[in-house]
């Protein structure tokens, strides 16, 4: 559902994917708008990534299609996709830890000097732009482009790998759990770092687990439940309760919580024993 009257930048009509006689993907409808942040929740194994690895050319969907600008597109390679404008930037993928910050923000797309047999990588030029675009992201630690990327902390890398998808003119920007292994202000660091990239007008598409995170910055929710969307709503039409449970996989959490608390209450204060919480969590199921 668009906000809007322009057309969605990114659209997926009853896209599919199976492996093998497995369907991991059913019938994704699901649509992506300029400086957006496109929340993509759902539990381990409900279909995330795999629904990212067709959005970056990694794999081809079975059947369905797929838009950008109106126009359906086919992605045979990653690089395809990025020459269609979508950035996928992975927590640990991506990076070089020997290479230089310079060398590593232009890797595939050298600058050179010279021409002919004299084409060589300007690394002063490399290193110049990258510590420029991570400044401009707030990292004001890293200085120095020659320095290795081995040595910059997870936060560090992350602005990097984003820095260099905004510099190259990326109009959707994926992210694939960007958060999941940094501290609190490693985590706000690269959230901020994603509001900045939607105020660019770019579509920002976010992987996580994290509700808080997701709640701060995004404007769209899509939840995947066993490979199907089982969710698609904006900022503001669902509770915290509400899309925890989702994120679940659509058990009640949130009942559970408050079984507890009832518990709780009624145990003076105590905490159920694993035996109880069963029981419990066993009388939910069966609701
Ligand atoms: N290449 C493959 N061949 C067969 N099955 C696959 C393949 N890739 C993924 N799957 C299966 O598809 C399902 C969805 O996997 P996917 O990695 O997309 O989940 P996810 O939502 O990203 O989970 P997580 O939150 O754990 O990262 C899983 O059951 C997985 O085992
Ligand atoms: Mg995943």
Known sequence: ????????????TNVCKTFGTTDVLTDINLEVNPGEVLCLLGDNGAGKSTLIKILSGFHEPTSGVMEIDGTPVNFKSP?????????????????????TIGRSFFVGA????????????????????????MQSLGITRVTEGSRLVGGLSGGERQALAIGRAVYFGANVLILDEPTAALGVKEAAHVLRIVMQARQKGVAVILV????THAMTVGDH?????????AADFRKGERTREEITDLMAG????AELEAELEAYQAAHHGHVPDPVELERLAQSKSND
């Open 79 to 99: 690089r395809d996709a990025s020459e269609h404008g979508i950035a996928t930037v992975h927590q640990f993928g991506g990076t070089f830890p020997l290479m």
């Open 1 to 12: 559902m668009t906000q809007n009257s322009t057309q969605p930048l990114l659209k997926l």
């Open 250 to 253: 659509g058990e009640a959490m």
């Open 110 to 133: 050298e600058p050179t000097r010279g021409w002919g047999p004299f084409k060589r990588l300007d690394n002063r030029f490399a290193g110049e732009v990258a510590v420029r675009e």
């Open 221 to 229: 929710f899509a939840v995947l439940i066993h490979g199907a969307l």
């Open 208 to 211: 996580t687990h994290n509700v």
